[in-house]
C-alpha cells in the first residue's frame, strides 16, 4: 500500500466547518480550493471570534495602563505567551520574544546577536534551500562584519548533503542558519543532528521553523536550538505577529535590536538601560490582539493533534505525487513524499509556471507561482520558477484530485 492509499487520520469534514473561508465559490460557481497554505494558512472561527472579541471587549495597549482594560489585555497578551512557552518546550516565558514574524525574529538575531559576535574572517553557514528570509539579513551582516557566507548543498533529489557538514563546520563557523522545513522541496531537514554537529564545531543555531511549526510538534530543548523563529499566519493564527525563541542565555547578553518604549528600564536625556527580558526585545506597541490569537490557534492545533495532521497532510502529498505522476513533462520538485511534508511544487516542461497557476485559479485551485523567495535553490534546480500546492489539515483528497484535474486540462490547453 502506498502512503497515498493510507486513510486520513483527521475528521476533515468536521475541521472544514471551523474554517469559514472555505465554503466559498468564485464567479463560475468553483468552490474555493485553497492549496496556498505554505504561504499563509486560513483560521478557524476560534480565532477570527477571539480577535473579534478582544476589540469589541479587551482591548487596550499592554503593559503600561494603571486601568481595568489595560490589565485584562495584558494579562491575555502573557497568557499566550506561556501557551507558546509550552506549545515549544521552551524553559521558561523570558525565551519567547513576539516579533512580527519569522522575517522578524531572524533580522533581530543577525543585529543583535550577529553584530556583537561576528567579526572578519568569521563564517556563517546557510543552506542552499533558504527562504530569502534567512539568507539576507546574514548577506547584510557579512557585509556589515566582513565575515564569509558558506552553503551546506542540497542532493539531487532535494534533500541536504549532510556528507559536507564536517568539511564545512570549522572553527571560523560562528552560526549555521538552517530551515527545518523547506518552503518549496517540503523537504524535512534532521535539525537536531545538524544543532549537535555544530555546537560540537562551537557555532550557535538558528531554526527557521516557519513551515515546521504549524505542521509537526517541535521541542526546542529536544533540539537544543539556540534561536528558532516562526510566524503565526501559517500555523492558523492571524498575520502580524511571529515569535522568536531564543535561549535566555544569550538573550540575556545580547544589546536591544529595537529602541523605544517598553524596552528600557531606566532613560534619561542621553542614556538608557535596556528592561528585563522578554520586554528588552519587545519595543513600541506589539501586535496585541494578535498575539492573544495565538492562543486558540495553538489550542485548535494541540486538539486536532500535531502529528495527525503532518499524517494527513504526506498522505494528500502522496496522493498529488500519484495522481501527477502521468503528466506529460511534468517534475515534482525535491524528495519522496516519505521524506517532506505536505508541499508539492512542479515543474512543467515548456510550460511557464504563472500559466498553470493562473489556469488553475480559473478552476478555483488556489496554488502559488515563482520563486517562492528561493532564488539561489531555484538557480540551482536550474529553473526559474515553480508551482507550488500545499496542504494542510482542512484539504481533502477531492480537492487533490481537483488540483490534478486541473494540472492535466492545463497541460492539454497550452499543449
Ligand atoms: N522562512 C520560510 C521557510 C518561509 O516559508 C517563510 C514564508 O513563506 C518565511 C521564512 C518568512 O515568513 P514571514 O513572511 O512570515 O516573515
Not at 519595543?283 to 495565538?294: E, H, K, R, S
Amino acid at each position: 500500500m502506498t502512503t497515498s492509499n493510507v486513510e486520513s487520520p483527521l475528521d476533515v469534514a468536521q475541521i472544514r466547518a471551523d474554517f469559514p473561508i472555505l465554503h466559498q465559490v468564485d464567479d463560475e460557481q468553483h468552490p474555493l480550493v485553497y492549496l496556498d497554505n505554505g504561504a499563509s494558512s486560513q483560521r478557524p472561527k476560534s480565532v477570527i471570534d477571539c480577535l473579534s472579541d478582544v476589540y469589541a471587549k479587551h482591548y487596550a495597549n499592554v503593559h503600561r495602563g494603571a486601568h481595568r482594560l489595560s490589565g485584562e489585555s495584558t494579562d491575555l497578551f502573557e497568557v499566550a505567551r506561556r501557551a507558546v512557552r509550552q506549545f515549544i518546550g521552551a524553559a521558561s516565558e523570558n525565551e519567547v520574544i513576539f516579533t512580527s514574524g519569522t522575517t522578524m525574529g531572524i533580522n533581530l538575531v543577525a543585529r543583535s546577536w550577529g553584530d556583537s559576535n561576528l567579526k572578519k574572517g568569521d563564517e556563517i553557514l546557510l543552506t542552499e534551500m533558504e527562504h530569502h528570509s534567512n539568507l539576507v539579513p546574514w548577506h547584510q551582516l557579512a557585509e556589515r562584519t566582513g565575515a564569509t557566507i558558506r552553503a551546506i548543498p542540497i542532493t539531487k533529489d532535494g534533500q541536504l548533503d549532510l556528507d559536507f557538514l564536517p568539511k564545512l563546520l570549522t572553527e571560523r563557523t560562528k552560526l549555521v542558519a538552517v530551515t527545518a522545513v523547506s518552503n518549496v522541496l517540503g523537504t524535512i531537514n534532521p535539525v537536531g543532528q545538524i544543532i549537535t554537529a555544530a555546537h560540537a564545531a562551537g557555532a550557535k543555531v538558528l531554526v527557521d521553523a516557519a513551515q515546521a511549526v504549524p505542521h509537526e510538534a517541535i521541542d526546542v530543548g529536544l533540539w537544543d536550538a539556540d534561536f528558532v523563529a516562526f510566524s503565526g499566519h501559517k500555523m492558523l493564527g492571524p498575520s502580524g505577529v511571529g515569535v522568536l525563541y531564543g535561549k535566555e542565555i544569550l538573550l540575556d547578553e545580547m544589546p536591544p535590536f529595537l529602541g523605544g518604549g517598553s524596552m528600557i528600564d531606566m532613560v534619561e536625556i542621553d542614556r538608557f538601560t535596556p528592561a528585563m527580558l522578554p520586554a528588552k526585545f519587545e519595543a513600541g506597541t506589539p501586535p496585541i490582539a494578535d498575539a492573544i490569537a495565538m492562543t486558540p490557534a495553538i489550542e485548535y492545533l494541540e486538539e486536532v493533534g500535531l502529528e495527525r495532521i503532518l499524517q494527513h497532510e504526506q498522505s494528500l502529498a502522496a496522493y498529488a505525487h500519484e495522481l501527477l505522476s502521468d503528466v506529460k513533462g511534468l517534475r515534482i520538485l525535491g524528495p519522496e513524499v516519505t521524506a517532506k511534508a505536505g508541499i508539492v511544487s512542479f515543474v512543467v516542461d515548456g510550460l511557464a509556471a504563472s500559466d498553470v497557476a493562473t489556469f488553475l485559479d480559473g478552476r478555483g485551485v488556489a496554488v502559488r507561482e515563482g520563486h517562492h523567495c528561493t532564488l539561489p535553490l531555484h538557480k540551482k534546480l536550474g529553473i526559474s520558477a515553480s508551482v507550488r500546492a500545499s496542504f494542510y489539515l482542512y484539504n481533502t483528497r477531492e480537492e487533490v484530485e481537483k488540483l490534478s484535474d486541473a494540472v492535466h486540462a492545463a497541460v492539454e490547453f497550452f499543449g
